[in-house]
């Protein structure tokens, strides 16, 4: 059905980043689908703009000014653009020269609105980014969604990141673009609407492949995950369908059932009771998390031959869990008081 028609790739940006420059836009601009233009929105222009504008002439820069939210950036990106396809694409990916020709060839059936790919590290990473990302690719790591992460089996799915999320222009239109008051929840709340109002498809594709950069820094990839927790939280407070999988709610356990072991154990230790192997079930699933965690370890090492990465991976897992049990907490108090914008 969309095999021939226009695109349009929607890149937001705070500012010409060493990741758009190097590797973005040269890749984007190697595309075998030939059908397309890209819309580069930066808060402000930069001297650099004339020479992009003559080395890609497909390329088209559009200043925001004052809008810095990534999800207001794609609404106007959207608003500008000339395509009946919207890509969107994150300035810290790139995608592989066959992503647009195999994202157009996906768009079959009247129920399928909308596709979407894999977002794989790139070959040129720090240390930092092959920990976070030997943590995303594992079931425990990620709670099951490692197909965004690594090219896993073509699927229907009810919710997808916008990093690498292709939709129909007149279907995002149709409902109402991004709630920036959902940032940066907002790509969720999108999906949910397609699936839930429109009764349309997402469809995932390993072949709308992109490489997409993991956070560089700890401190970066706890609060991305922070805010993950947040939103999701007060989604699913909100009664979203596409946020009420079990895996979401895995981390908040979690932390639950770490308060109630601390205090069980400090309960026996008041209480003085007698030794008792029944005393030690309530351990069970922390003894079985630790198995989790050395998995991780060995199949960190067996992917990476680094036994440094195999411990940080470890103990990024368990500082994620932490991190995001506890705001989707917050979160979900804060979904159930305010149902419009969770943000202050």
Request: a positive charge; hydrophobic letters at 40%.
């Amino acid at each position: 059905m969309a095999k021939n028609l226009f695109v349009s790739v929607v890149v937001p940006v705070k500012a010409l980043s060493y990741y758009l420059l190097h590797e973005n836009l040269p890749e984007l601009f190697r595309q075998t689908y030939k059908n397309y233009e890209v819309l580069v929105l930066p808060n402000n222009p930069s001297l650099y703009d004339i020479t992009l504008l003559k080395r890609y002439k497909k390329l088209r820069i559009i200043p925001t000014g004052k809008i810095t939210r990534p999800a207001q950036k794609r609404d106007i990106g959207v608003k500008e653009s000339k395509g009946k396809i919207i890509a969107f694409l994150d300035d810290d990916a790139y995608p592989d020269p066959h992503w647009l020709e195999n994202a157009a060839k996906s768009f079959k059936g009247k129920k399928t609105l909308a596709v979407c790919g894999p977002g794989a590290i790139p070959k040129e990473v720090n240390l930092w980014e092959k920990i976070f990302d030997e943590v995303l690719k594992t079931w425990i790591g990620s709670g099951g969604f490692t197909y965004r992460f690594t090219p896993g089996k073509k699927r229907y799915v009810d919710d997808y990141p916008s990093m690498n999320f292709i939709i129909l222009k007149k279907t995002f239109l149709k409902l109402g673009g991004f709630n920036s008051d959902y940032w940066p929840g907002e790509d969720s709340k999108l999906c949910n609407d397609l699936i839930v109002k429109e009764k349309g498809r997402i469809l995932y594709d390993p072949s709308i492949l992109v490489y997409h950069h993991r956070r560089n820094k700890l401190k970066g990839f706890l609060k991305q995950h922070a805010n993950y927790g947040f939103h999701r939280g007060a989604f699913f407070a909100h009664g979203d369908k596409n946020s009420r999988d079990v895996a979401y709610l895995a981390p908040t356990f979690f932390i639950l059932y770490l308060i109630a072991l601390v205090l069980y154990y400090f309960a026996i230790s008041l209480l003085k009771l007698p030794n008792s192997k029944v005393f030690l079930l309530p351990f069970a699933p922390a003894v079985a998390y630790g198995l989790l965690m050395s998995h991780l370890f060995v199949k960190s090492i067996f992917n990476t031959r680094n036994p440094i990465i195999g411990l940080g991976a470890m103990g990024v897992l368990i500082l994620t869990h932490v991190t995001y049990g506890i705001m989707f907490i917050k979160g979900y108090r804060k979904g159930i008081d305010k149902t419009q914008s969770i943000y202050d």
